[in-house]
Structure formats: C-alpha cells, structure tokens
C-alpha cells in the first residue's frame, strides 16, 4: 500500500505540474465541468423539511413527546449551514497539504485526487467522471463522498471525525516538518559558535566560525593542524576539531529536538520519509521528494504508528547524523587557521619533516 501511494501520489504532482494536458486536443476541445455544487445539492429539500417540522412544531403535531426530537432537528438544520462552512474549510487546508513542496507521497493518494478535485485541476472534473457530494447526517454531523476514476473506493470524510482529528493537534494529511529551518536554527542553539557569531535575527553569520575550544591542540597551545597536500610540492594547513567534543556538547539539544517532533508522531514519520532516513542533504531531499522518497527505508503511517522504542531510538541516531553531516560538518572541514603566520602555503616536505622532528622531540623519541 505504501509504495502504490508513493507511485501514485508521485504521478499525480507530476501530471498536475507537467501542463501536458494543456496539448490534449481531446481536453481542449471539450467542455469541462467542475460545479460539484456541494452546498447546493445538500440542502435542496433541507427547506421543505425545516418547513415541516416547523409547521408539526407549531400546530402540536409533534410524534416526540413535548415536540423534542423536532426542536432538536430544528437547532440541527439552523446550525448546519455554518458547520458546512467549517467543515469544507478545514477540509481544504488539510488537502491542500498535498501540494506543499515536501509532501509525503507515503500519505494516502487519495487525499492528493480529492484535492485535485476540490481545486479544479484539469482532468479531474465531473466531465471526466468525477463527482464530490455533501450529505447531513441524522446525527449533525456531515460526511463528503469522493468519486472518480482515480479512486480505489469512494474515499469518504466525516466532519466530527475530522473535528476530533484536528482538536487533537492530529492531522488528515501528515505535514512534513521544516527540517531546514529547525537545522539552521539548531546550529544557533548548540554552544559552538560565540555569541558575536550569531546576528540580530539569530542566524549565522557568514564569518561563523566554531569556537576555539572545540578545535585541537598540540601540548604546548598551539594549533594541531592538519596538512593538506595541494600539489607541486606545496601544503597548506588546516584546523582540525574535537569531534568527540563537539559531538557530546549537541547531543542533549538534539535530543530536546527530537523530543519535540515526537509530540506528533505522523509529523516525525513525514520527516523520516522525506528527509531522514536517506541521510540525504536538503538539495538531494528535494530531488528525492521528486523521484522515489525514502522508498523501502520509508514508514507507514498504517502500520508504523504509534512508533515503537527502537524506530524512536533510530530516528533520534539518524536526526543527529542528518545535523552532522549536512549543517555541521562544512564549519569543521577545510577551514583555515585563524593565525595569519599559519596559514600560508608552504614546503610540503619540510613542513612533514618538521612536524615529524615535532612528535620526536615531544615524546623523547630522539
């Protein structure tokens, strides 16, 4: 089911951003109806019946006992136009979720071909055998029925248990986290950077560079430098970094981090789908989100949730590999000494005869 979802949802963005319909003679040439006219249908004998039990109400015909059930229906058929409106709305903006730009496809295509539906996108008209239907239940409560083609079964929604979905801080349609964001504002928030690193809008600046203690030294204060051969004969030197350090200063605001995605746990399976598993940086995510997501390594919101210990565990391993590699890493690799002296190019093979000398003489090794 997951990966006819991820087939399914992925043909379907590319068929609505690929603009191939707008050469199809057959489509252009046709008549495309897109009224589903909800409302309209819905409460075509709504008046006749408000009518009536107004009328039973009044003249003391009532079949309930002091008229109950009829003043019910009554409160029922004044409210439900506003429900109507609630429910359509909400309904939209948990669809529209489908068109954002790191959707899941492992969410159920479905909603993806209802949403087509309910913004008019080419092809997915009741001239091309679609329909959507809002019924109200005896309950008060309301359900829309989707139709068409495209569908496996009617996918059928229900306002309360929507209502309930929502009021409970659940979603319809996953919402995939901001991993992005949250990263660059993680690298704010680890104590690795000096304060004068971080600007007034609590960014980066460009000048960033991790503080000074979390870089490697030799027993007597200076630098531990790296050599990098640059050719001809010639090296340079490069700072090199406590990685063990640094890696035990962001644990625990890694940890707060992924505490707080767990809160939503159908939130934390989008961003393993999208982004974590793969390991990926935010360009290859975009391009994966494209071609195939996470693929076999991906979760499904059927059958994965609630999350067991050992995927949380994994997740938590992975987030921080995710912020290592992909947000740290390019302010530990290749950067150059902050001691001008230090950092010009040099003698390749004096410089490696002089550092060789160096660990002689520092363990007594001469």
């Known amino acids: 089911m997951e990966n006819n979802n991820i087939l399914k949802n992925l043909y379907l963005k590319q068929f609505n ?5 707008a050469y199809s003679k057959d489509f252009i040439a046709s ?3 897109y009224n589903f006219q909800l409302l309209d249908n819905a409460y075509r004998n709504a ?20 008229c109950t059930v009829e003043l019910a229906q009554i409160k029922q058929l004044e409210e439900a136009p506003q429900v109507s409106l609630d429910f359509l709305s909400s309904l939209i903006g948990e669809l529209s979720v489908t068109e954002e730009s790191s959707f899941d496809p492992n969410n159920n295509y479905a909603y993806t071909v209802a949403n087509s ?25 309301q359900q829309i029925f989707f139709t068409g083609p495209a569908f496996e079964k009617d996918l059928i929604i229900n306002s309360a248990a929507l ?5 409970s801080d659940t979603s319809l349609v996953a919402t995939t986290p901001d991993i992005n964001n949250d990263m660059l504002r993680l690298l704010t928030e680890v104590n690795l950077f000096d304060p004068n690193m971080i600007d007034e809008n609590k960014q980066l600046k460009a000048t960033a560079r991790i ?15 790296e050599i990098v051969d640059l050719g001809n004969g010639k090296g340079r ?22 505490a707080g995605l767990m809160s939503s746990e159908q939130d934390a399976v989008a961003a393993w789908n999208v982004y974590i ?24 919101y059927e059958l994965d949730l609630p999350l067991q210990q050992e995927n949380k565990v994994l997740f938590e391993t992975k987030y921080k590999e995710y912020f290592m590699k992909n947000y740290l890493k390019q302010f530990t690799t290749n950067q150059m000494p902050t001691v001008k002296e230090d950092a010009a190019v040099f003698d390749l093979a004096e410089a490696k005869k002089a550092k060789a000398q160096k660990f002689l003489d520092d363990n007594n090794l001469n």
Do not use: R
Not at 17 to 21: D, G, K, L, V
Not at 211 to 225: A, M, P, R, V
Not at 241 to 258: L, S
């Open 17 to 21: 951003q690929s603009n191939a319909i």
């Open 31 to 33: 008549p495309s109806d």
């Open 47 to 66: 008046g006749k019946v408000y009518a009536k039990i107004k009328i039973a109400i009044e003249t003391n015909k009532c079949e309930s006992e002091h």
């Open 117 to 141: 539906l309910m913004t008019s996108k080419p092809g997915f008209s009741k001239t091309d055998g679609y329909n959507a239907y809002l019924d109200l239940l005896e309950d008060g409560s």
């Open 163 to 167: 209502n309930a979905l929502l009021n």
């Open 211 to 225: 503080s000074e203690e979390f870089i490697l030294k030799n027993s007597d204060g200076s630098f531990d430098y």
């Open 237 to 258: 030197n490069m700072l090199q970094f406590d990685m063990a350090k640094i890696e035990k200063k962001v644990t625990p605001f890694i940890n707060a981090e992924v």
């Open 277 to 300: 598993s793969k390991g990926t940086s935010v360009d290859e995510d975009a391009q994966m989100a494209q071609d195939a997501n996470a693929g076999s390594a991906s979760w499904s």
